[in-house]
DNA sequence: CTAATGTCTTTCATTAATGAAAGACATACG
DNA sequence: CGTATGTCTTTCATTAATGAAAGACATTAG
């Protein structure tokens, strides 16, 4: 009778949470390799079958039910102990840092991405320029260029993809109005593009990116968006071929140092997720209208 | 906010309750250096102090106290879920082997051994021959020989001497009175000695050696038994010096495949503890009576 | 006061645990 | 029906955790 070292009971309860080995892992930061040797040693020590195991996952047998029961006290232990742990020194905070059309999506998302029992803070700044996570200034970032301090963690989410938008079923007459912001905002390409492609046609100027989208979807002219921003909104519609020449990469950035924090880690994966399964939009994939 | 591993909590409770890392890490059956590593680990990831160290052992700190009373809940459910382990396929037996006196030694002091709420039953067998640990035959032994195999651990725990005995404040007509055990069954070199050395004046002859003990205390004569039996006999005095050529050593053996087992490093522990308590009366150093 | 005991801490070689990648297999999809 | 996706498992090089021993320090005993 060995005696069961209590991280197998959390692994345990990982694994029956998530039904299988690649969930568990994730939540609890480990590969599913170690998650599946844990288990199998405690079910070893155990000396009783706790999972039937099958290529779709993990299901629990009826010991394994009748332990998972029992342990859910224990996890309440441990989120109480967690929100002691809080009380005790103020909650945490994951500073995120992206552009605007990233962290609108994020908004528009927010269920993915924080839930009220999450147990920290989200604490969201839009910059259009590169985030300044060297500096410690946020821990999860969003950046267009692939980092290259080393003190950095980077993994890249895929392609972006642009084009100019209009109101959907808008009158011939606005094809020549263009939105833009102003020259001195306009850092990133894609906002420089109308000042250098069709700096004549410019009807409509202001200081924040997230004007340009509510200026087209009332019908003041056709502005240069990302594709899954444009794409996503039923009001809009291409006025155009994407924008090929500004099409660039995408990189969720973490400091080395602090990737490894829980809330951290969580936010960033979520972010992943939620970017990854809009790959096909960011990368123009899915127009609304075909031309 | 790095999330904790439930490991450090067990290794947190156990500190608090032995007040200290040399207790908590037999308890645990690690070293002491991890387990302070992993208090320290747990305080830093809490971000509280939780000890006070000092030369002497680890005492709560208020944070400490605080977590300690709310883990109490989570080592109940571990509790539980043991008897549940227990319930599902037959508590564990530990096998104890050792020889007459080292058997009647622990039977008058059970209490030190074994207890109601041990969660483990103890199945005590007398050998006179070199316990068969190898075999798998029992899981603790005791032994008067260093045992050599290498799939054995032992652990020395001091010496035995030997001496005669006889009835307290008994006729002197008893001088030449011997008990001895049959030939056949004397096997240990202190059996084997009335033979040897006094084969003449026998008078006496038993099968088993525990009935010496009940024999010389009875006025049948004298026997030879281990010094820490006779002197803690009120009902007996020395009937000679010790029996120098007769002393030995005396360890405590156990699979090395098993005795990580929880129950059985705890009956070895305390196994270990009691002769250690009576190491004077084992070396001899307590006659009874002076000469 | 000195020695002895018991404690915690630190260091370093060793051991055990881990992750990444590849394999194997079932399921879902076109 | 074949492809693609997602899962678990296994292997092996790497990394992290560990234990033994020595050091440092306080306390206790003589």
Redesign the interface.
């Known amino acids: 009778?060995?005696?069961?070292?209590?991280?197998a009971?959390?692994t345990f309860l990982a694994v029956a949470r998530h039904g299988g080995l690649t969930g568990a892992a994730q939540a609890s930061?480990v590969s599913p390799a170690t998650v599946g040797r844990r288990v199998l040693d405690l079910e070893q020590t155990?000396?009783?079958q706790l999972f039937l195991r099958s290529q779709t996952g993990y299901r629990l047998t009826a010991?394994g039910q009748?332990?998972f029961e029992?342990?859910q006290?224990?996890d309440a232990?441990?989120r109480?102990?967690?929100n002691?742990?809080?009380e005790?020194?103020g909650?945490?905070v994951v500073r995120l840092m992206a552009g605007t059309w990233v962290t609108w999506l994020v908004c528009e998302n927010i269920q993915a991405i924080w839930s009220e029992r999450d147990?920290?803070r989200l604490d969201m700044s839009v910059s259009e320029r590169r985030a300044t996570l060297a500096h410690r200034e946020s821990d999860v970032g969003v950046r267009a260029v692939m980092p290259e301090e080393p003190s950095l963690t980077s993994r890249h989410i895929g392609e972006v993809a642009y084009a100019a938008y209009r109101q959907r079923n808008a009158p011939d007459g606005l094809a020549a109005a263009w939105l833009a912001v102003s020259e001195d905002d306009a850092i990133s390409p894609y906002l420089r593009w109308p000042h250098e492609q069709v700096a004549a046609s410019i009807a409509v100027i202001v200081s924040r990116p997230r004007s340009l989208l509510d200026l087209a979807r009332a019908g003041a002219g056709q502005a240069v968006l990302p594709c899954f921003v444009g794409d996503l909104d039923p009001g809009l519609e291409r006025a155009g071929e994407e924008l090929k020449q500004l099409r660039h990469g995408q990189w969720i950035v973490t400091n080395s140092e602090d990737r490894?924090?829980?809330?951290i880690r969580t936010v960033s994966e979520r972010l992943y997720r939620l970017v990854k399964s809009h790959a096909d939009l960011f990368a123009g994939k899915r127009p609304s209208r075909s031309f």
């Open positions: 009778m060995k005696d069961i070292s209590w991280d009971y959390q930061g155990i000396g009783r010991d009748a332990l029992q342990l006290a224990m232990v441990v109480r102990v967690e002691w742990r809080q005790a020194h909650s945490a147990g920290f490894h924090r829980r809330e």
